[in-house]
């Protein structure tokens, strides 16, 4: 709403976005906002008392533009959207002023409220899969969803369904109308979503992590989708996220929600260029980037974040930052304006402003946690292909060649009836040598974790061979010897949650796999203290059960779990997509310490490529069971030869408005085959749109259906993509860098 | 959805073919209708037992898969099910007392789906608020309460609201008055009978929709389908209603289906309290009587209406879930 970019609004002085306190904006003072919040404060009741999710907010959004709110995890960017939208649970309180046009929606009843909703303000939400009513069809939901605020015949509406479906880019839309949600992909599902939201024209849109639930590719389209829909009804966006990339890329004006407040508020440019409120800065610090921009450390922001229940004096940030001065813990200080910035929280904002002040480093970094202590060196740069820094090249670990895993499709209720193959994993083969990081990345359903499955069964694998610290999964007979293999190599799993037994202690948790080894009991016990070392956790955090523990604590007890028997190779499989930004900063460097110090290999399996540039030694990237391209991380990243890969780091947003909105984007059409809806499975020749048919055995590139280079090439080639499997070919002057295009 | 109903019900028929034949061996094997004439002053000899059994082919001296042939022939030709050892004709019986429980139970069920299915959205909407809580206790209490004490009381209330109104408004036994003339009157007469015993089954029927349904919709009121239509402009209610009720009636739907026969032979108590002949009373009376031909109709209807409760179960599920799709 305010700042610079384009096109300009008005030229005006830079008029103060969030008026503190309460009083509307006078008239005349360029265009008036169509949402004004004020002061909105929200709680929960809870059992250790109410829970001030929100704590008085206050923001304009003006017509056509767009808003960011960021923030993790429980900042109380979603009670804010929710709130605004009059859609809290009824027993949250909510209180201040929600101004739509003047009128304020706070106090209103369901039913004047919901001649609001849908008409005036529409939302988009975070899941698309449970977002939308399953027994209805998405013609019906929308020209329900019409028909709600618009007097129009029941065909009528349905002809506006359709247009709204071919607006949000869902092709043969009048086909389409009559499906269900299930018959669509996610990204599908979410466009629906987005046509329910604008059906209307709405004047505003709340979109409350509209991209979370969604692959890369899928998000850039999502992406697209909702700046169409924004364009072609003029309305102005509240766009929630916790990723900073997306609001960098979208954003006009973002604002950075902490502990149920807005700490800082700028124009996107001035925010990312120069933060001044030190958690954002520390945010931007510990967020890693994909693009070929500087390569920094990851400083990540130690701490928790605060409850929100009784929430002590002075700013919340105080205990994590850097900079927090006496006065930062006595009061909390008042959203002001800093010149040419915007408006910050913070005492120390005019100093940060002005570069007399770093937020990021400070004076002195020693609050933070031991096994944060190696983090602010740089991640380890390889220095030669299948090897890191600071080891020898070590034996090779892990060898997978030629790897297969197929599924059955079937049909029918009591009789099943095969009616083709999923090829999950198709002829992937890798090694991993000892002190290295191989990063598997790729979509979901691409097949990175059907092949760490395979490796973890220590089977016979269905075709290929699999082989662990020299020894052939194939050769291993006695139950005793898989045993023993087993100590070698261990996994890490995505939720830390859901992986450890909510009733052990920790101390139980992590004595647990050195029991079923026979250590003795004496061992066991000093073990499990180093192990907390190890990963830098306190050893009082032995006594206590996971669901005390955050979602960083209970990922270093994930690892240390892992760790317990010394294996030389840890499998992770999403190791940090659970965690928020400021946390997951510091299991990353965490991790990394650990291999220098303990020389150990990592299979690392994420779908958030910035994580694994800043991890891995060497990448592979997956499509459709095959590795279309793999070779040392920054050869991959700085020069993608696959047309895949090109695409799916251009997807990826990058933090920082100016590179982001500067770079080159290539927008894929469709979604990975596999997703439902979109018929045709991982490895099976994909028929979108044409439900029922059985699929045909993968002959040709698995790339060819969504390949934007495909396009451009000559009709031999062309042909050769169909019909032909493209072997890999090395890149010049890269020994470990190949890739399997035809057209490279 | 013709060729599937069609199918359906092919062997549903099957089904019931195949059960009530059982039905007439079982029945045959363990009812003997020769003690009821036992019991007759002056002593009959076995013999003229016998033979006062034949002209019903129950005479047990012939074989059993004779009668059964015999039996089986008339239904499939005349549609005649036999008669009673007395020889009452079953068809007259059960055509009559179809009709009584079927006034009963159709309404009552229409009832106890119609109260527990808003008792359960009206609740489930206010989870653990005081109406909530009040609904629940009710229906709890109710739901422990015997049937014979719910009849009586529901007998006591009646009583004393018709001496209260100085009239005698709620008829307390049969299901119609002697000597009432004319189709408006019978009407009204059958209706004002009708009262007592469909408040007795709707009170205890209800209770089982209102738990599970509510119980259900709990799961769906919070989903994020229900948000969306929210966001679309709908009001909670409406939201609730539309999107979420729809999706959690379908179980419902299908214990509907399939109790509509249990309560068609199970109301006896009911039955007995108000005097009303309906088919639980002769279910428990052929049986008392060794009826085998009663018995065995009995069956038969039960088996016929659990078919045609399945069915209709099916055409439900159809209905509110257009995904499934029937083949």
């Known amino acids: ?744 | 959805m013709l060729r599937y109903l069609a199918r359906k019900t092919t062997g549903w028929l099957l089904m019931i073919v195949v059960a009530t034949n059982a039905t007439f061996f079982l029945a045959s094997w363990f009812l003997d209708p020769r003690s009821d004439y036992r019991t007759l002053r002056p002593v009959r000899t076995e013999a003229q037992i016998d033979t006062a059994l034949a002209p019903y082919g129950l005479d047990p001296r012939q074989p059993v898969v004779d009668r059964w042939w015999h039996w089986l022939a008339n239904i499939v030709l005349h549609f005649d099910w036999g008669s009673s050892p007395t020889g009452i004709a079953v068809n007259g019986e059960i055509g009559y007392r179809a009709v009584v429980s079927g006034e009963l139970v159709l309404l009552s069920t229409a009832l106890s789906v119609l109260v527990g299915v808003s008792l359960a959205v009206w609740t489930a909407s206010r989870q653990y608020g005081w109406g909530d809580r009040i609904a629940q206790t009710v229906s709890v209490v109710l739901f422990n309460i015997p049937t014979a004490v719910m009849a009586l009381a529901v007998v006591f209330v009646a009583i004393w609201l018709n001496q209260h109104a100085g009239m005698r408004f709620l008829y307390v036994a049969g299901e119609n008055s002697p000597g009432v003339t004319g189709f408006w009157p019978v009407l009204g007469d059958r209706l004002l009978h009708l009262i007592l015993p469909t408040v007795t089954l709707t009170l205890i029927g209800y209770v089982g929709y209102h738990l599970t349904q509510r119980a259900l919709l709990l799961d769906t009121l919070d989903a994020d389908f229900v948000r969306t239509a929210r966001a679309t402009g709908l009001t909670r209610a409406q939201a609730i209603r539309r999107h979420g009720l729809r999706a959690a009636l379908i179980p419902t739907a299908t214990s509907v289906a399939f109790t509509v026969p249990a309560i068609f032979t199970g109301a006896v108590i009911t039955e007995t309290v108000f005097g009303w002949d309906g088919m639980g009373q002769y279910f428990v009376e052929t049986i008392s009587k060794n009826d085998v031909h009663g018995a065995v109709a009995t069956a038969a209807f039960g088996a016929a209406m659990t078919a045609i409760g399945a069915v209709l179960a099916d055409l439900a599920t159809v209905f509110l879930d257009p995904r499934v799709r029937v083949s």
């Open chain 1, 1 to 744: 709403m305010t700042g610079t970019p384009p096109p300009p609004p008005a030229t005006l002085p830079h008029p103060s976005p969030t008026t503190p306190a309460g009083a509307p904006r006078p008239g005349g003072d360029g265009p008036r906002p169509v949402l004004s919040v004020r002061d909105l404060r929200i709680s929960f009741p809870s059992e250790a008392g109410p829970v001030e999710a929100v704590r008085g907010v206050s923001f304009d959004l003006l017509p056509g533009r767009t808003l960011g709110i960021v923030g993790e995890s429980g900042s109380g960017k979603s009670a804010t959207a929710t709130g605004v939208m009059g859609l809290l649970p009824p027993s949250a309180r909510l209180d201040g002023q929600v101004l739509l046009n003047g009128r304020d929606l706070v106090g209103l009843r369901d039913r004047e409220l919901s001649r609001v909703r849908g008409r005036k303000i529409g939302m988009v939400f975070q899941d698309p899969l449970s977002a939308l009513t399953p027994i209805f069809s998405v013609g019906r939901l929308l020209s329900d969803a019409l028909r709600v605020h618009q007097d129009l015949s029941r065909a009528a509406a349905r002809e506006r369904a359709v247009e709204l479906l071919d607006l949000v880019g869902i092709p043969d839309p009048r086909n389409r109308a009559r499906s269900f949600p299930h018959e669509f992909s996610g990204g599908m599902r979410q466009r629906v979503v987005i046509a329910l939201a604008v059906a209307n024209r709405p004047a505003v849109l709340v979109a409350d992590e509209p991209t979370t639930a969604l692959d890369v590719t899928v998000q850039a389209q999502i992406l697209e989708v909702l700046r169409t829909a924004q364009a072609e009804t003029g309305a102005a966006l509240l766009l929630i996220t916790h990723d900073l990339g997306v609001v960098a890329g979208y954003a006009d004006e973002v604002a950075v929600m902490y502990a149920g407040r807005i700490v800082e508020q700028a124009g996107v440019r001035e925010l990312y260029r120069r933060p001044a409120m030190p958690y954002t800065a520390r945010l931007l610090a510990a967020v890693p980037t994909v693009d070929a921009g500087e390569r920094r450390p990851l400083l990540p922001i130690g701490g928790e974040p605060p409850s929100l229940v009784d929430l002590p004096g002075g700013c919340p940030f105080a205990p994590r930052c850097a900079l927090a001065v006496d006065a930062c813990r006595t009061q909390e200080p008042p959203l002001r304006p800093i010149a040419g910035h915007g408006t910050v929280a913070c005492v120390r904002a005019d100093d940060i402003a002005a570069g007399t002040l770093d937020p990021v480093t400070g004076p002195t970094a020693a609050h933070e946690q031991p096994g944060d202590a190696v983090d602010i060196r740089p991640a380890p740069e390889p220095a030669a292909p299948g090897a890191a820094p600071g080891t020898a090249p070590g034996e090779v670990l892990l060898r997978v060649d030629n790897l297969v895993r197929t599924f059955p499709m079937t049909r029918g209720a009591l009789l099943k009836r095969r009616v083709g193959t999923v090829h999950a994993v198709n002829g992937v083969s890798f090694d991993l040598r000892a002190g290295e990081t191989l990063g598997l990345v790729g979509e979901s359903g691409s097949g990175k974790t059907t092949t760490l499955l395979e490796i973890m069964g220590l089977r016979r694998p269905e075709g290929g061979r699999i082989e662990v610290a020299g020894t052939d999964t194939a050769d291993l007979r006695s139950a005793a010897r898989i045993r023993e293999l087993r100590g070698t190599l261990r996994i890490v799993m995505q939720d830390p949650l859901g992986a450890l037994d909510p009733r052990l202690p920790v101390s139980q948790l992590l004595a647990e796999p050195l029991q079923a080894i026979g250590r003795p009991r004496k061992e066991i016990r000093a073990r499990v203290f180093e192990l907390l070392r190890l990963v830098g956790l306190d050893a009082s955090a032995a006594d206590r059960f996971p669901a005390a523990l955050s979602g960083g604590q209970r990922q270093r007890i994930g690892i240390a779990r892992a760790l317990a028997v010394e294996p030389k190779l840890l499998v992770l499989d999403e190791p940090v997509s659970a965690l928020d930004v400021s946390v997951q900063a510091g299991v990353i460097n965490l991790l990394a310490g650990l291999q220098r110090q303990l020389g150990l290999a990592y299979l690392i399996v994420a779908h958030d490529l910035a994580v694994v540039r800043y991890v891995a030694d060497r990448v592979a990237v997956m499509y459709l069971g095959r590795i279309v391209e793999s070779g040392a991380t920054e050869s991959v990243f700085a020069d993608p030869r696959h047309p895949y890969t090109r695409a799916l780091l251009s997807a990826v947003p990058v933090p920082d408005p100016e590179r982001q909105r500067g770079r080159e984007r290539i927008v894929l059409d469709g979604e990975l085959p596999g997703t439902p809806g979109v018929f045709g499975a991982p490895g099976v020749s994909a028929v979108p749109g044409s439900p029922g048919r059985a699929p045909a055995a993968p002959v040709g590139c698995v790339f060819v259906d969504r390949c934007p280079l495909h396009r451009t090439l000559g009709p031999e080639l062309r042909a050769r993509c169909r019909d032909e499997h493209p072997g890999t070919t090395p890149v010049p002057g890269r020994a470990d860098h190949r890739f399997a295009c035809h057209a490279g």
